[in-house]
């Protein structure tokens, strides 16, 4: 067996140790004679790994009490649309702050919903707007930012103060750093990039937005049908929610999202110094204060530059480089499971083929 340096910008790399568990357990779970993917989501074996699950999260984020964890489905997307539906009453507006890709899809979705304005937005996105560029209203029914813009490459790494309450979509950064929760009235993320596999959605939501939030919609679309219910209120993704939960074992053993962080900065300091370092043959697009530090984007000299590098590094069994459709370029994401050594080796090729083609 090869495994590949997996730089996939989602679904993406896996801890081989979260994995190898459910191998070894895929066939029997814990003596039941059955696979944890064929008992019943109401039954005790099941009860446990969710609860564990929801546990790990609270105590790896710091949840305060203020605040709820739930498990839903319907990825990122269904979030654009669900928290206008439950956050947004009629006659209000809310504020969206677009950094990436994935900040216009929320808006546009909000849109379908409800009144939304853009309280910021740098053309481009080649940074992420200053605290003077913010056009926020007090008034507002709440903030929507992405926290780490996987397409664009730009990360918040100070969130912004505000008065209304703050959205955050942290798909692509969510248990890669510290993060005050108690500063959000909700966090959500796709548990695609830095959880497990797809199929749920993390929300950290604070109490009072759950009771406050709009009863004239259908009782599913609601977050609190999914709080009373601890996520239970229907079958939820079993599988997905187990593997998150060895992927979550995982990072409480290599120390939490403080260490994470501090691995992250270490892997993103050397392809940064790795672009920095042949400006004139690899280029970040990125303001430097605006780096992420989970999604690294680059750029050759011409597309053709793009492609061929994408496939040279193929061959050396480096995956999942090519930017996103809509951008273009390279992309590597290095998310928590991404490890160092994938990191070193991406660097190594990236001097070896700068040196050619030049
Ligand atoms: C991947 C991603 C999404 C889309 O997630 P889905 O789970 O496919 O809906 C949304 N926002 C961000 C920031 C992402 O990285």
Redesign the pocket.
């Given at each position: 067996m090869t495994r590949v340096h997996n730089f996939n910008?989602?679904p993406s790399a896996i801890p081989l140790v979260a994995l190898e568990q459910a191998q070894r357990e895929l066939l029997e779970f814990e003596g039941t004679g059955m696979s944890i993917l064929e008992h019943s989501h109401r039954g005790k074996a099941f009860e446990k790994v969710h609860d564990e699950t929801l546990g790990l999260i609270k105590k790896l984020m710091a949840v305060p009490d203020t605040h709820d964890v739930l498990l839903l489905q319907?990825?990122?997307?269904?979030?654009?649309a669900m928290i206008p539906m439950n956050l947004l009453p009629a006659g209000k507006s809310a504020d969206y702050v677009l950094t990436?890709g994935?900040s216009d899809?929320?808006f546009e979705e909000c849109k379908n919903v409800g009144a939304a304005r853009v309280a910021g937005k740098i053309e481009g996105y080649g940074r992420i707007p200053r605290a003077d560029e913010l056009s926020l209203h007090a008034d507002a029914a709440y903030v929507h930012v992405?926290?780490?813009?996987?397409?664009s490459g730009t990360q918040w790494h100070e969130f912004p103060e505000t008065a209304a309450p703050l959205v955050a979509?942290?798909?692509?950064d969510i248990l890669s750093r510290p993060v005050d929760v108690a500063k959000f009235a909700l966090i959500y993320a796709?548990a695609?990039?830095n959880i497990g596999p797809?199929g749920i959605?993390v929300v950290v939501i604070k109490k009072d937005a759950i009771a406050a939030g709009r009863t004239d919609i259908p009782k599913y679309f609601r977050y609190s049908t999914h709080a009373k219910e601890r996520s239970l209120y229907n079958t939820p993704p079993t599988f997905s929610i187990y593997l998150a939960r060895n992927v979550l074992r995982w990072l409480d053993a290599e120390g939490g999202v403080a260490a994470m962080a501090e691995k992250n900065r270490k892997k993103t300091d050397l392809l940064y110094a790795a672009i920095d370092a042949r400006p004139d043959f690899y280029r970040a697009p990125v303001d430097k204060a605006s780096r992420s530090r989970m999604n690294v984007v680059f750029r050759l000299p011409t597309e053709e530059l793009d492609s061929k590098f994408c496939a040279e590094a193929e061959k050396a069994g480096m995956v999942g480089l090519k930017g996103h459709r809509s951008v273009g370029g390279v992309r590597a994401s290095t998310y928590n499971a991404v490890p160092h050594a994938s990191v070193e080796a991406l660097v190594a090729f990236m001097d070896d083929f700068a040196r050619k083609a030049g």
């Open positions: 910008a989602g319907g990825g990122a997307h269904a979030q654009f990436d994935w899809r929320a992405t926290s780490n813009g996987t397409l979509d942290m798909s692509s796709g695609q990039k797809s959605t």
